[in-house]
């Protein structure tokens, strides 16, 4: 190999070099110049979402940075951690929304998300429920989303108590829900998931209030940097 060639090789790595440098650097600019950006996007959305099934006149906190962590295969229908945001007024516990799964939908999982508020003794009601990702059939299952249909606003005011919990059902099951022409199963599905939600937060509502906060400013940025590794 003739000095010639080596110096060129040479000479081409060191600006291959030096182009991975600056463009290594330049992204990192631009990372840290638009992560508290992207944090500042991602909770807005969330707390749209939030607000959709929990109104913002109830509660005073900054629920979007205010959750806990609980994992529940029997009542939120997943052996994955899910968030459970909770709602407070002057400090004192208002309502929360809860994460949760419903296992069983036609074309498989649904995820929603919950609004809860404390009733009279051993009771609750629902304050909202939202669709927040399925693959159920376009035409027929699918009406549980709002773009498609209001089934899901059925849900609001609602309480629940373990003597009415037999309402707690789609009309064909003998409850108080209706299903789908061609449809039972997605709306059964969806039905009896928002039950197990608040049968969890009967169960559990002064462990959330209590449990350290999983969803602080820095677990947000944190969350951010991860999703853009």
Request: hydrophobic share 40%; charged share 15%; with cysteine.
């Amino acid at each position: 190999m003739t000095k010639s060639i080596q110096h060129t090789m040479t000479k081409n790595g060191l600006i291959l070099a030096v182009f991975a440098i600056v463009t290594t650097g330049l992204i990192a600019l631009t990372y840290f110049g638009t992560k508290d950006q992207i944090a500042l996007q991602q909770q807005q959305k969330l707390l749209s979402i939030l607000n959709a099934v929990i109104d913002e006149s109830l509660y005073d906190n900054a629920i979007q940075l205010d959750c806990t962590l609980a994992t529940s295969t029997e009542l939120l229908g997943s052996n994955q951690a899910q968030h459970i945001y909770r709602a407070t007024k002057q400090g004192q516990a208002v309502a929360v929304a809860i994460e949760t799964t419903a296992p069983d939908g036609y074309s498989g999982k649904i995820q929603l998300v919950v609004g809860i508020t404390s009733s009279q003794p051993g009771a609750a009601k629902v304050t909202g429920v939202r669709i927040l990702e399925h693959k159920e059939t376009p035409g027929l299952g699918d009406k549980i989303d709002l773009r498609i249909s209001n089934w899901v606003l059925d849900f609001d005011n609602q309480v629940y108590n373990a003597e009415i919990a037999t309402n707690w059902a789609v009309k064909k099951d003998g409850g108080q829900f209706d299903q789908f022409t061609g449809a039972t199963i997605t709306p059964r599905a969806v039905v009896n998931a928002v039950k197990l939600s608040v049968e969890y937060y009967l169960a559990n509502k002064a462990a959330i209030f209590k449990a350290p906060n999983a969803c602080s400013v820095n677990n947000m940025t944190e969350k951010v940097s991860q999703s853009n590794e």
